[in-house]
């Protein structure tokens, strides 16, 4: 039965509750999903519970922002041990960050004339984890722009936007550290979507590798048939594993939806079984 191993909950900027996103995956047909909401692991127990009660696997994720100079990637971490309490707290910097950035861009955007409150982004967030689709459709809903996408532009909070602040640097290398040392496996998502280059290429690719990159999200909604061929071939190159997922947020992603993306059962297992023998290793240094 197939996978989607990239879903967004209302603890980072999706929109269904982490309870929903079960029922989804039921109607969906699929019987294995992984949450990996960005910075927070804040969904992961309630996930996982209510998908034992309804007979879907649920894998504990996490999708960090990591940069490597002015490249901004995201790295998936799997198999995380997100109950520790020494990693919460690393995590919880991450979070603390987002939340002072978030209050910076809204200051910006009230200085180009757009008269949103942090309160009430933070309505559309529901937590005080806001991302900027959640200023987006706060945008959207005060009539300054037409559409979502429309926020995302130079004028506003677009990628070097006027409005636009960076996350917290956290540097790709600590972060796949981070994850190995958490029992975690580390997987390079999108790589065709990055900001601040066109797109991760080989090279760039293998220099990961050397960081520890256990594996790339090859099938992905936003990749099209030609660029998961080139990344699967990369991946079978470089001995990495194979992921994908929808990258699913609910109604804060339009167009793209639970299940677009069916990771078949071969992947997952491989996925699985290379994660139980590191398992081992961590529990063994613990
Ligand atoms: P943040 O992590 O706060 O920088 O927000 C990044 C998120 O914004 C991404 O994960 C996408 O969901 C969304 N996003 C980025 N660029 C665009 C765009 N051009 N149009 C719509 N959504 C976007
Ligand atoms: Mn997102
Ligand atoms: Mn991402
Ligand atoms: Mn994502």
Known sequence: MPADLHLHSIYSDGSCTPTELVELARERGLDTVALAD?????????????????????????EFSTYEG??????????????????????????????????????RLNELGIGLSYQQVRKIAGTDYIGRPHI???????????????????EY????????????????????????????????AHPFHVNGRDYM???????????????????????????TAYYLTIARELGLLVSGGSDFHGENSPGVEMGDIKLVDWYVRRIQEYCRKKQLSYKARR
């Open 38 to 62: 960005h910075d927070t692991v804040a969904g992961l127990d309630e996930m996982i519970l209510v998908g034992k009660e309804r007979g879907i696997q649920v894998i504990p994720a996490i």
């Open 70 to 107: 002015d490249v901004e990637l995201h790295i998936l971490a799997y198999y995380i041990d997100y109950r520790n309490p020494s990693f919460q707290e690393e995590i919880r910097k991450l979070y603390e960050k987002r939340k002072e950035r978030a209050a910076a861009m809204i200051a």
């Open 136 to 154: 987006a459709r706060a945008m959207v809903e005060a009539g300054y722009v037409r559409e979502m996408k429309d926020a995302f532009s130079q």
């Open 157 to 188: 909070i677009g990628n070097g936007g006027r409005a636009y602040l960076p996350k917290y640097r956290l540097v790709t290398e600590e972060a796949i550290n981070l994850i190995h040392n958490y029992g975690g496996i580390a997987i390079l």
């Open 201 to 227: 290429d080989k090279r760039a690719i293998e220099a990961l590798v050397h960081y520890g990159l256990d594996g790339l999200e090859v099938y992905h909604s936003k990749h099209s048939r030609d660029i």
